[in-house]
């Protein structure tokens, strides 16, 4: 059969699929009894699990606990969010600085927790924004974006932000291969001369946290798409999976899916870090932002930054090594040895799984099937441990139990498979619905899994929960993977388009949540850490409220003194020092959101008023039985 038509065919499948019809008719769909119980959480009784799971389009993270599937937080990261004010307070905008302005809004695909030793220790978790490329690293003791950095020569950073076992290194690989170079107005049908890929290595301070882009690999103009860490004995390896290996400047499939294979590409860093300390990366003045949240100052610290060192590894031997894997290759996952490499090809009807023993021989013995654009290609026999034949349609992604069982999700067929690595043998499968794409078992991709659960995150909701107009919820599943077989115990809602997740037994984080920040510690330009220092203070157009806030009033609560035009910031110090009594700010007619200010931090609303009046203002967020009256007026006068 021709690729054409292969493709074609799967594309007809998977629409068949979306039609309700397609729900298995011997499955069992509802849960009752037993299965039900397996995720009842008491009223007054914690989750086992935080699951970290990516917003999507709403470019924020969303943290639920397992196996209730309750919504305990909403993280924004890319997007502003109003709930929260960030991106709306000063203290925020600053993170979503980048070389194309403030960019309030991103998609989220993947999130990775930070590990040590290979194994997931609570203190990050790392999520990409695949438009305008940039990684996050969020605090897990206060839940809250900590750092972004921009990724230059990028561009729809989708193989990110996946981590070496001891979070050594975030890497980010382009989707879209772009431009390089001074001029980049080149015509589009120049891609195969012009374009070119990168893969971004960022490093990551153990003690802070604090990210820096290491290294870049100036690579082919191949798409990259996913990847993940060697552990264990192929510690210092990186493997990434790419498609469009024609180079085709247009996707349409008769394009981009014509060859039998793409690659998976296999980075030595360990090598990279030899030539880098050699001297042999090339300088390159590039523009890209970093912003960074400091907790002591409640203020972020954004910068634009200039210089990033490239490797090319076509001059550069010993760092890369391309390997066929067939079709439109997707999820690439490296099992809890170390060993095993599994790709999957979204239009395949089987799952290579390559061994990372085989790979170092075949480049010791030069078993390569020639260069692609001056990278060896590894023959596909020569990597190979096997394939799992005729496990599904469509694989995309593979989680690991620890046990030596894999699970791969499959689109087209819409379920998720558990095979047996060595064997490579099916031993069991579950509808999902419908059409999943990734799925999690708790740190399922590193080199201890908690194998308690696997949760699916579906693309497709439709019959699943009550109508809600045209629109319905995004929904994840959970199966019970304790026993030989899967079992469904729970649906659950998601915001966004669920890509990634991971989960964490919830004792590795919450042992280190943060409860309040010290007033004593409040390192805040604005900061008043007393009532009685409350103050207005005008500096040209500029006035400056030093205000407080505790229960139930704020100081100053009647302004006066200001004139349409000024430049007016509320800077709010929230003097409680109790766990869980934020306050909120907000101002009529001002064209931002609210601040909302947890204990013993200060938060700054930027207003500039443009009528004259007198505008009531008030706390958000219940506070105490006086909540309605925490409140004041600030009067606007004509110029
Ligand atoms: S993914 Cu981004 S298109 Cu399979 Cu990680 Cu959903
Ligand atoms: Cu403070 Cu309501």
Not at 134 to 152: G, M, N, Q, S, Y
Request: charge should be negative; proline fraction near 6%; aromatic fraction near 12%.
């Amino acid at each position: 059969m021709k690729p054409f038509n292969q493709t074609f065919l799967l594309l007809t499948v998977t629409a068949a699929c979306w039609l309700p019809a397609c729900k298995p008719n011997n499955a069992a769909t509802a849960v009752s009894g037993d299965a039900a119980a397996k995720a009842y959480v008491a009223p007054g009784k914690y989750d086992e699990f935080y699951n970290f799971v990516s917003g999507g389009f709403s470019g924020q993270l969303s943290v639920y606990g397992l196996p209730s599937g309750r919504l305990l937080r909403v993280i924004p990261v890319f997007s502003v969010d109003p709930e929260k004010g960030y991106g709306y307070s000063e203290n925020s905008k600053g993170m979503l600085n980048t070389s194309h302005g403030f960019v309030p809004w991103d998609d989220l695909h993947h999130t990775e927790l930070s590990q040590t030793n290979g194994e997931v220790d609570g203190r990050w978790v790392f999520a990409n924004a695949n438009n305008t490329p940039r990684v996050a690293r969020v605090d897990l003791k206060t839940f809250r974006t900590a750092e972004i950095i921009e990724l230059p020569n990028s561009a729809g950073n989708h193989s990110s932000p996946f981590i070496t076992e001891n979070t050594e290194y975030v890497v980010a690989g382009t989707r879209f291969s772009v431009p390089i170079g001074d001029n980049q107005d080149v015509p589009i049908s120049s891609y195969k001369q012009n374009f070119k890929g990168s893969l971004s290595f960022i490093s990551v301070d153990k003690g802070t946290g604090n990210m820096d882009i290491a290294f870049q690999l100036q690579t082919p103009g191949v798409n990259f798409d996913l990847s993940h860490a060697g552990k264990g004995p192929s510690h210092g390896w990186f493997f990434f999976s790419c498609y469009n290996s024609e180079q085709a400047n247009t996707l349409l499939e008769v394009n981009a899916s014509q060859r039998d294979k793409d690659f998976i590409l296999a980075v030595n860093w360990k090598k990279a870090e030899e030539y880098l300390k050699a001297g042999k990366g090339v300088k390159k003045n590039v523009k890209y932002s970093r912003s960074r949240y400091d907790e002591r100052s409640h203020m972020t610290k954004s910068e634009m930054l200039n210089e990033v060192t490239v490797l090319d590894p076509a001059v550069l031997k010993d760092i890369c090594y391309f390997i066929p894997c067939p079709k439109s290759p997707h999820g690439c996952d490296v099992d809890p040895s170390g060993e095993y490499i599994v790709g999957s090809g979204k239009l395949a009807a089987l799952v290579p799984v390559f061994s990372y023993t085989k790979i170092q021989k075949a480049i010791a013995d030069k078993a390569y099937d020639g260069e692609f654009e001056g990278i060896p290609v590894i023959k596909y026999e020569a990597a190979l441990y096997g394939e799992v034949q005729k496990p599904g349609l469509g694989p995309l992604h593979t989680e690991f139990d620890g046990k030596g069982n894999a699970y791969t999700s499959f689109f087209v067929s819409s379920e998720i498979v558990k095979w047996n690595i060595k064997e490579l043998k099916v031993l069991d499968r579950v509808p999902t619905y419908y059409s999943i794409g990734h799925l999690c078992v708790p740190g399922g991709d590193s080199r201890k899994p908690n194998a308690k659960y696997v949760i699916a995150y579906n693309k497709i909701t439709k019959d699943r929960y009550l109508p809600t107009g045209p629109e319905l919820a995004q929904s994840a599943q959970l199966f019970d993977i304790s026993g030989d077989k899967m079992q469904l115990i729970l649906d659950f809602p998601t915001i966004g388009e669920p890509h990634y997740a991971q989960a964490i037994a919830a004792d590795l984080v919450s042992k280190n949540s943060t409860k309040l920040y010290k007033i004593e510690e409040n390192t805040n330009t604005y900061v008043t850490k007393g009532e009685k220092e409350a103050k207005v203070v005008r500096e040209g157009n500029k006035v400056h409220v030093y205000a407080t806030s505790i229960r139930s009033h704020f100081a100053p609560d009647n302004i006066e003194g200001v004139k349409v035009g000024d430049e007016v910031y509320f800077h709010v110090t929230n003097l409680e020092q109790d766990w869980d009594i934020p306050h909120g700010f907000a101002v009529k007619g001002a064209n931002n959101a609210e601040l909302l200010i947890m204990p013993g931090e200060t938060q700054t609303l930027k207003w500039v008023p443009e009528k004259p009046g007198v505008y009531p203002f008030y706390c958000t967020d219940f506070c105490s039985a006086l909540h309605q009256e925490m409140s004041g007026y600030i009067r606007v006068s004509a110029p």
